[in-house]
């Protein structure tokens, strides 16, 4: 666990710089929430004009407080912050909560500013939560220490989601939402600028929390990649899932994420992909991230192999089955015991009597609570799905909640009435049985538990490629191809025979030895993508063709510098592309798509951060739609996938041999051939960081592309 974290979250003593004595004013929230929910611990109102304020004894300065407060509440002007620090280095306290904004979301000065605070407060080891945040709301400890109206709110509902928010405004509205549904909060903790806390520490602390069961996540942009990744992963391993709202997804989004909390949004694409790795729940709406999280906090058993459905309409049975099957979660046919118990207790018009089942409106309280009873004791599901459409809200809400309770299954109730239904949905909010208003709602949520529950086992399990050994690198200048040939053999990528050579003649004699028919490219710096320099010939079937190729392309490419002629046997096959491209924030990512020359155009890609197991490559390949080619398609012969999934290993081992000066590392494509056949790379392309230099942010999907200078480009 975040060892200061936890202490600025549970803290005996607060000081409230700059609380103003008139309590209508916004910056007197956190002194009354703190007086409001009862805080156990010791408030300090520090304002030099007022002797007291809201019945608390004030201070003029921290330096006159009776003791030594473990958390200071920062809420004066943007000039005084670093006053304040001062103080508090001064007086050795240990944590700040800085509500003040004005810093590095608004321009460069504000940035110095911010860099000047981060100095002080690290040079005398103060945790800092903020600039620019709304506080935090602890509620097992009562200690409302936010701006947010949400700290207001009445009662504090303490339970098992955490809540962690870039944004101190959706911080709040996830937990009002989320108390207006009964679903119990851990603690919010909104981190704006993350001068000193992060989200990511936010998580260290979620994960090690017992009172949390799951996360509600917030995100604009994630400053500390590796470390988010490792919280992350602490979080999957301990078995609570992160449900994710991630926003910068749009050009203007990332835009404002910038000016909003100072963060740059990063590559959205890099973001699923860590979050497909390890576990992540993403969601595109506050609905989905409070329906989803609430769920997860409050039931940990996976309806692994399917849910019985029980519906009190046929529309509502069949509206059900469709979002269902949707996101993968199976209908199991139901026991013979439990369709003969049906048939026992369903009336003749009620026809239905396997999954869904339909048993209409008109079935008393008694009968509906039996049959989610015989529903609930078929062996072949693991989970129930209650669909109510009727207006007997309250009645039928208990048996639901009584037979819930009492199931060793999850009972999942999805309310779809309105007004004429309202009392019954209060009512199961209140027996705590996570109720839904949608079937596209519930079905999310479920598929979420699933999907968490098999990307934890995966991780758990995984085996990682290990790395290349590290390959000696020039410091400038670039790898000649020969070079990385020779790498990528050593690191067991398969390339197609080939041979280098400088003269006609020489390309004639290699095309020979290699068996016709031959392609012939252009070796160079300069000929990243030979199609668009007319540095390539395919399919060359003798010599006076594989002659005559290598004079015309000599003649067109003179003036540029080049390594020499490369002559490869023809293959022909599926084409795909591998590469590893390097994000600004979470570093390597393996890339896997269609190959060829339309690899930019269709986008169809999957990737991972580095390092990976081979049961995550052959996920990877599960989701490109281009690529299930690989199985057969319309008559075509299945293709190697054992063969092509060895190839992307040695790409991974290749990408760690170049180490932190690869920037990108494109092998495209790698024709797959017919099982047992194999799979060959036919062309290699990587770009390098000088030694001196440091990479650029980039997009983490599609062909791997070589940037502008200084980077070196090679081939």
């Known amino acids: 666990m975040s060892a200061r974290l936890a202490r600025l979250l549970a803290p005996r003593s607060v000081a409230l710089v700059g609380c103003p004595a008139d309590l209508s004013r916004p910056g007197a929230r956190p002194l009354l929430y703190l007086k409001q929910h009862r805080y156990p611990g010791q408030v300090y109102p520090v304002n030099p004009r007022h002797g007291e304020i809201g019945g608390f004894k004030a201070y003029p300065t921290l330096a006159d407080l009776p003791e030594r407060p473990d958390v200071v509440w920062i809420g004066v002007p943007g000039d005084q912050v670093h006053e304040v620090l001062e103080a508090m280095a001064r007086l050795a306290i240990p944590s700040a909560v800085i509500l003040t904004a004005g810093f590095a979301e608004t321009d460069e000065h504000g940035r110095r500013r911010q860099d000047g605070l981060r100095r002080l407060a690290e040079s005398a080891g103060i945790t800092v939560l903020g600039p620019n945040m709304l506080g935090f709301i602890n509620c097992w400890e009562r200690v409302p220490l936010t701006f947010s109206p949400a700290g207001g709110l009445e009662p504090l509902r303490p339970g098992a989601l955490g809540i962690a928010s870039q944004s101190g405004a959706l911080g709040g509205i996830v937990v009002n939402r989320a108390f207006d549904r009964m679903i119990g909060v851990s603690a919010m903790v909104s981190t704006g600028n993350e001068m000193g806390v992060t989200v990511s520490e936010c998580l260290e602390y979620f994960a090690e929390d017992a009172r949390t069961r799951t996360v509600a996540l917030v995100a604009e942009g994630i400053r500390d990649g590796a470390r988010f990744r490792g919280a992350v992963a602490r979080c999957t391993e301990a078995g609570k899932p992160i449900v994710a709202l991630k926003m910068g997804r749009s050009r203007a989004g990332r835009k404002n994420a910038l000016t ?23 969601v595109d709406t506050l609905d989905d991230l409070v329906e989803t999280a609430g769920y997860l906090s409050r039931e940990a058993r996976v309806p692994r192999r399917g849910v019985a459905v029980v519906a009190t309409s046929g529309g509502a049975s069949i509206m059900t089955a469709d979002q269902l099957e949707a996101r993968g979660i199976p209908m199991p046919r139901l026991a013979p015991a439990t369709v003969e118990a049906l048939g026992r207790l369903l009336p003749d018009y009620a026809r239905t009597r396997d999954n869904p089942v339909d048993v209409t409106a008109g079935l008393s309280e008694d009968l509906f609570a039996r049959v989610l009873e015989a529903l609930v004791g078929d062996p072949g599901v693991d989970g129930v799905v209650a669909m109510v459409t009727g207006a007997r809200g309250v009645e039928r809400a208990e048996n639901v909640a009584r037979v819930a309770a009492a199931a060793p299954k999850p009972v999942v109730p999805c309310w779809l009435g309105g007004s004429l239904t309202e009392d ?61 040939a020779s790498l990528a053999v050593r690191c067991a990528v398969p390339l197609v025979p080939e041979r280098l050579v400088a003269s006609p003649e020489g390309a004639v004699r290699a095309a020979r030895r290699l068996g016709f028919p031959v392609a012939l490219k252009a070796v160079g710096p300069g000929l990243a993508h030979k199609t668009e320099a007319g540095a390539l010939a395919l399919g060359l079937a003798d010599a006076r063709a594989v002659r005559a190729a290598a004079v015309l392309l000599l003649r067109r490419l003179r003036g540029v510098r080049l390594e020499g002629l490369l002559v490869q046997r023809m293959v022909t096959g599926v084409e795909v592309l591998v590469g590893v491209t390097r994000d600004a924030t979470f570093g390597p990512l393996l890339v896997v798509g269609a190959g060829g020359v339309e690899a930019e155009l269709r986008r169809d890609t999957a990737c991972r951060p580095l390092p990976v197991s081979r049961r995550e490559i052959a996920a990877m390949l599960g989701e490109v739609q281009a690529l299930r080619v690989l199985d057969g398609w319309r008559g075509s012969p299945p293709r190697d996938t054992r063969a092509l999934l060895a190839a992307i290993a040695g790409v991974v081992r290749l990408a760690g041999a170049l180490g932190e000066r690869l920037l990108s590392l494109d092998v495209n494509p790698i024709v797959v051939r017919s099982r047992g056949q194999g799979a060959f790379a036919v062309d290699l392309l990587a770009a390098l960081v000088p030694a001196d230099g440091s990479p650029r942010a980039r997009p983490c999907c599609g062909a791997p592309r070589v940037p502008a200078t200084p980077v070196r480009r090679i081939e």
């Open 260 to 282: 909003h909390t100072g963060a740059l949004a990063g590559s959205a694409e890099a973001f699923g992909a860590v979050a497909r790795q390890l576990g992540i729940v993403e």
């Open 424 to 484: 019954g949905l209060g009512c199961l909010d209140a027996r705590q049985v996570p109720t839904f208003r949608s079937p596209r709602a519930l079905a999310s949520a479920l598929a979420a538990a699933r999907a968490f529950d098999a990307a934890r086992a995966c991780w758990i399990a995984r085996r990682p490629i290990p790395r290349g050994r590290p390959a000696p690198l020039p410091v400038t200048g670039p790898l000649p191809y020969a070079a990385l």
